[in-house]
């Protein structure tokens, strides 16, 4: 079955850099990738996502980019801020009923 | 707008127990779906509805039961509660089944001893 591996598992940045979480997926048919961010005590939340027929996408500060040819997207967060710490995950969505979430990264920004 | 509302927030179980983990959506939305997060794991699918009167079964579903009787309720229950069931779950709902963006409620945190 489908399968979206994400890393890395843990990434501390200074505050203003940027960061960079990396997801593969397995199954070929998958063309929907939502990026959803979590803070503590609550559920996930949709920051951004891509659908298959688009290479990126940028929101402010956000941006996710996608190689269908080698089945891997990532997001990309530039000048990080310290209210951006939370755990990221990516998930992938081949058209059906069922997304597959990555396992997730926690994002330290230190100020 | 409420979004989607679980209930409880908490909930401490002795093994054997049941119980029924709630879940509404206010959005009329025809998609809704249970997962469960573990450290380390994501987040994994237990059971999805796409309307009221249907349901079917995700990734992880043995020791789950699921209906949907209207649109805007999806309860989870658990029929007889063991250890391996410790775990944040969560409920999640779209406005249609298929590719689109899910809405999360803010989980049940659920201890079985």
Not at chain 1, 39 to 55: C, M
Not at chain 2, 50 to 56: H, K, L, N, R, S
Not at chain 2, 80 to 90: E, G, K, L, N
Request: hydrophobic residues 30%; neutral net charge; proline residues 5%.
């Amino acid at each position: 079955g489908e399968n979206v591996e994400q890393h890395p598992s843990t990434l501390s940045v200074q505050e203003g850099d940027s960061a960079v979480i990396k997801c593969t997926y397995s199954d070929s048919a998958s063309n929907y990738f939502p990026w959803y961010k979590q803070e503590l005590g609550k559920g996930p939340q949709l920051i951004i996502d891509i659908r298959s027929n688009v290479g990126e996408k940028k929101d402010q500060r956000i941006a996710v980019t996608l190689n269908k040819t080698a089945k891997h997207f990532s997001l990309h967060i530039t000048e990080t801020q310290p209210e951006d710490s939370a755990v990221y995950f990516c998930a992938a969505n081949t058209g059906g009923f069922k997304t597959i979430f990555g396992a997730g990264t926690r994002l330290f920004v230190k100020a | 707008n409420a979004g989607v509302t679980q209930t409880p927030k908490f909930q401490v179980l002795k093994t054997g127990q049941s119980m029924t983990l709630q879940c509404a959506q206010d959005m009329n939305h025809e998609y809704m779906s249970w997962y469960r997060q573990d450290p380390g794991m994501g987040l994994r699918l237990i059971h999805y509805s796409v309307g009221a009167g249907i349901t079917d079964q995700g990734e992880v579903p043995n020791g789950y039961n699921v209906s949907r009787s209207t649109t805007e309720d999806f309860p989870l229950r658990l029929l007889s509660a063991a250890p391996s069931q410790t775990s944040v779950y969560f409920c999640a709902s779209s406005y249609s089944p298929g590719p689109q963006p899910q809405h999360f409620g803010d989980g049940t945190r659920l201890s079985i001893l």
